[in-house]
């Protein structure tokens, strides 16, 4: 059974591919058009559909359109209530013809396939089986949550041996995914793009504002509602890069701990009607680690799990799952590292071409721990990229976690707001002794965790305002060259952590070839390049 997912309709389009129920790829479109989510997030958008991923997939499985079985998009035109409201409520109706029309579009797009093959499943289902037929069990509750789907924000359900029963759904126009949308580009970001700037935002105040939020977004058995928020009442819109007052922070810290509030809610009643132990999380929502952690720490579950591409993008992967689902069993995920890969020749090339001096260490891991232990941003490209937005050790900038000015180095070098903050990479056998609360492991930067008190002052560079990191765990079986790099630092400098950033510029995606890499790494003062076994130091370029 050959399925490829297709995710298309709102943003971040993107494409996976399931073969006779092991997950052998997925990719987003930004990686190959070099163009920040897809594409941009608007009802007239909706027509342009993952051409690049979706070519990708099937090159890399070595198969042609024609062989597929199934191709699954993660949306249902039929179940638009095109009279319902919306945020574009005069492009509804134009979304949805879109959507209809995808099976033409992709025909054309992917030459041999019968467009009879195409087939619809519903939004927040695609994001249901992401999470819930990808986890590492075959029996858990899961929950979904973010902007919209078809006609609903929220799906609450129980997986058990391959089969979703849906509990509860959340109609439109309630949404927590839309809310804090709407705060973001209240708050002068991007909406559906820079939602977890709110996130980090919140940390630098108090919720001032909980009280107001509460009586607007009510919550209890199984839902929520959420009423028109006035954010003008509390603070003018800010214009995108004006700078960030108090009132700002206090209003992404009110937000912030409302929807905590609500996913807690939802979570403990989704505890009690399905008695299971463990919960998948998936929707853009799921993104937000802060929340995640507190339904891990406060809620029913012994086990919680977050899709690594939980926004839209996943939805592709979820589709697929689905409709692969309903002919025999599939596995779950083994890991984000699910796009493209390229051979040590094929780097080689690239760095000859482009007229590189180079070096080939015998241990590159060894290499670049002794280039961060000298203080030296690392750019580190190796293995297949990463599905999702996290970078997770295959396309990631690392440095020195003992120096609190690298937190500010890494975001002039990146071009980001100050205020954001970086993670921690860290052994799993060691990620205990340094941090608490959150889950451990937390191999997908999905939780935030507290920073032991004794190391804080060790390692200020991956320590938020509030004491706590998003840290990423390294399983040595699954990640041995990682965890190389880790172990030989560590013997270096007496650390156990390594920064760990996305390979990439504020606007652009995540550095996905070879070519993008060298791009980057020569437009910014990033000191050393690891491309697959080969090194460059930018101090010993010729001249």
Not at 124 to 143: F, I, K, R, T, Y
Request: hydrophobic content about 45%; some cysteine; charged content about 25%.
């Amino acid at each position: 059974m050959r399925v490829l997912g297709i995710n298309a309709v709102f943003h971040d389009p993107s494409a996976a591919l399931v073969v006779d129920g092991e997950v052998v790829a997925a990719a987003e479109e930004e990686r190959f058009s070099r163009r920040k989510h897809g594409k941009e997030p608007v009802p007239f958008a909706a027509w342009e559909q993952p051409v690049r991923a979706a070519a990708w997939c099937l090159r890399d499985a070595g198969l042609e359109p024609g062989e597929l079985d199934a191709v699954a998009c993660s949306y249902d035109p039929s179940l638009v209530d095109r009279d319902a409201p919306d945020i574009y409520p005069a492009w509804e109706r134009l979304r949805t013809t879109y959507a209809e029309h995808a099976p033409r579009f992709l025909a054309t797009a992917l030459p041999g396939l019968p467009p009879e093959r195409v087939r619809f499943v519903p939004h927040h289902v695609a994001h249901a089986a992401s999470a819930g037929l990808a986890a590492p069990w075959p029996d858990c509750a899961v929950l979904t949550v973010d902007g919209r789907g078809e006609s609903t924000s929220m799906l609450a359900g129980h997986y058990r041996g391959g089969r979703l029963e849906v509990l509860a759904q959340q109609r439109l126009p309630h949404s927590l995914g839309l809310m804090y949308e709407d705060l973001t580009e209240h708050l002068g970001f991007r909406r559906s793009s820079d939602e977890y700037k709110v996130m980090a935002l919140a940390a630098y105040a108090e919720p001032e504002f909980l009280p107001e939020l509460t009586e607007r977004i009510r919550c209890g058995g199984g839902g929520f509602e959420v009423d028109p928020v006035d954010w003008n009442r509390w603070a003018p819109r800010r214009a995108p890069g004006a700078e960030l007052s108090e009132v700002h922070a206090k209003l992404a810290a009110s937000a912030q701990a409302r929807v905590e509030e609500v996913l807690l809610d939802l979570a403990n009643w989704l505890g009690e009607r399905t008695g299971a132990d463990a919960l998948a999380l998936a929707g853009g929502v799921a993104l937000n680690c802060v929340a995640n952690t507190r339904i891990a720490a406060d809620g029913p579950f012994e086990h919680v799990w977050v899709q690594p591409a939980a926004g839209d993008a996943g939805t592709a992967l979820g589709a697929a799952l689905h409709v692969a689902a309903e002919r025999g069993p599939v596995a779950p995920m083994a890991g984000a590292d699910l796009g493209r890969g390229f051979t040590d020749a094929e780097l080689q090339a690239c760095l000859e071409a482009a007229r590189l001096p180079y070096e080939k260490p015998d241990d590159v891991g060894a290499e670049v721990a002794a280039a961060l232990a000298r203080n030296e941003v690392v750019a580190w490209f190796q293995g297949r990229s990463e599905f999702g937005p996290r970078a997770l050790g295959h396309r990631s900038l690392l440095a020195h976690p003992g120096h609190a000015d690298n937190l500010e180095r890494l975001n002039e070098i990146k071009g980001r707001e100050q205020f954001r903050p970086v993670a921690p990479m860290v052994r799993a056998e060691r990620a205990g002794e340094l941090f608490a609360r959150g889950p451990i492991p937390s191999p997908h930067m999905l939780f935030v965790h507290d920073v032991v008190e004794r190391w804080r002052d060790r390692i200020p560079a991956v320590v938020h305002v509030d004491g706590t990191a998003r840290i990423q765990t390294v399983d040595g079986d699954r990640e041995p060259l990682l965890a190389r790099m880790l172990s030989a630092f560590e013997a270096e400098t007496g650390l156990p952590v390594v920064v760990n950033t996305s390979f990439n510029t504020a606007g652009r995606p995540m550095v996905d070839g070879p070519v993008d890499a060298l791009e980057c790494f020569g437009s910014s003062p990033i000191d050393v390049l690891a491309l697959g076994p080969f090194v460059v130091h930018r101090g010993r370029w010729a001249r």
